[in-house]
């Protein structure tokens, strides 16, 4: 059967068990992740990052999935089993939650991302897969896995890495890999100080995605393998791709548009200024991520809210927004809100001012509020007058500023 065939596809989406790594604390998103792991934190005004791979999985065919927790999980675990247990059991689908929970003689929590595998080697092994998908749980994008598995098939490959370009510099955060001509990947140095650049390019570097397909049986083995290494951090990137990559067929599958060969939106959101940047971006006319494709819908759990309010349209007090995006259950009421990303419930009041600012679920902004270049945690009760974004050693002293001057408001900066 042909690799583009979409029988010959479906058939092997049926044999993929997908793992979402999703226990990530996101560090480097500093207060937004004191209270929530990395995969649970909102994106694009209704939506939270772990809903990305797991709407990949389901517009691929892939319907048999397993979330690994463990970070400050329960935001995560509640919005699954809110928005991701309609699946049919009698059909053998599924989104199962595997928090970290010692499964193995080791006693410790997940180790490393190759340990968070290995210590539920138990379920998979009752599952059957004759493939396993595994898949981070927190970058933003749009990807079909079917692809990536045809390719995985026809080239014979043990394992195959899923890649995409980036600068150099970004490079130095990422596990990096040279290929030959073939994509065999033939090195892999993970977030390596001076990284190389791709072929037929001077600035751009093939970089892990953190997504990867493994033979079922192959991954048994080297996973056995690693847990008996007493020097292995259990890392697929740190230990076991350098490993393999010189006795077996590991291959990188560039993320490419298949009709126009170029690279599709990806982004990691890993930093409260790359976390403003992608949601602000959802704002432009016509924004790379195209959250309204009929054709590859992002699924997440929604909230009966009603309808987005404006109201007021006296003179200096006209409730509106411009060039900006409105969730439901929002009342902008005598406020103006310009180039910025509402998700649900947030209120705006009379006289304020909202500028190219993220704010989440469940905000309350006072009277004769000026709101710029912010990004506002869930839950904020901003009082009368509050000035954000016009002084950042004032912002500095009471909130967190970025490098680019983006400043971070959350419910404990403000006494709440």
């Not at 093939?206 to 493994?214: K, P, W």
């Not at 010189?246 to 548009?257: G, S």
């Not at 991520?289 to 003179?315: C, G, M």
């Not at 005598?334 to 705006?348: D, E």
Request: proline content about 5%; glycine content about 8%.
């Amino acid at each position: 059967m042909s690799t583009h065939n979409p029988r010959f596809v479906s058939l092997l989406t049926r044999d993929t068990l997908a793992l979402v790594l999703a226990g990530g604390r996101g560090s480097r998103l500093y207060e937004l992740t004191d209270r929530r792991a990395k995969p649970a934190v909102f994106f694009g005004g209704k939506f939270r990052i772990i809903d990305f791979p797991l709407s990949n999985c389901v517009n691929s065919g892939i319907r048999k999935i397993g979330v690994l927790t463990q970070y400050k999980a329960h935001s995560l675990i509640r919005h699954l089993v809110h928005g991701w247990s309609n699946f049919r059991t009698d059909l053998g689908e599924f989104v199962e939650i595997l928090p970290a929970s010692q499964r193995t003689t080791s006693n410790n929590w997940y180790e490393g991302t190759a340990d968070a595998i290995y210590q539920n080697l138990d379920i998979v092994e009752t599952l059957h897969p004759k493939y396993v998908l595994v898949l981070s749980g927190d970058h933003i994008y749009k990807m079909d896995y079917g692809e990536m598995l045809a390719q995985h098939v026809a080239k014979g490959a043990d394992m195959t890495v899923a890649c995409v370009g980036v600068s150099l510099e970004d490079a130095k955060g990422f596990g990096v890999m040279t290929v030959d001509e073939q994509h065999r990947v033939i090195a892999f140095d993970e977030k390596p100080a001076n990284p190389q650049p791709m072929p037929g390019s001077d600035d751009t570097a093939l970089a892990s995605m953190g997504n990867y397909i493994f033979n079922t049986e192959f991954l048994f083995e080297q996973l056995h393998q690693d847990a008996a290494n007493p020097d292995s951090s259990h890392d697929f990137g740190k230990d076991i791709i350098p490993a393999i990559i010189h006795t077996h067929a590991v291959y990188a599958h560039p993320f490419r548009d298949p009709v126009t060969g170029k690279q599709p939106y990806w982004r990691d959101v890993g930093t409260i200024d790359a976390f403003w940047e992608a949601n602000m971006e959802l704002v432009a006319v016509e924004p790379e991520l195209n959250l309204y494709d009929e054709t590859w819908p992002i699924l997440t759990h929604h909230r009966q809210l009603p309808s987005a309010k404006f109201v007021f349209r006296d003179e200096g007090r006209e409730g509106k927004a411009l060039d900006s995006v409105v969730s439901a259950g929002c009342v902008i009421s005598g406020a103006a809100v310009i180039n910025s990303l509402l998700f649900s419930n947030v209120k705006v009041h009379s006289y304020s001012t909202v500028t190219d600012s993220v704010i989440l679920p469940e905000v309350s902004i006072g009277r004769h509020c000026r709101i710029s270049r912010a990004v506002i945690d869930r839950g904020c009760d901003l009082p009368e007058g509050t000035v954000i974004g016009e002084d950042p050693v004032a912002d500095a002293a009471r909130f967190r500023v970025t490098e680019k001057g983006i400043t971070l408001v959350t419910p404990a900066m403000l006494g709440q």
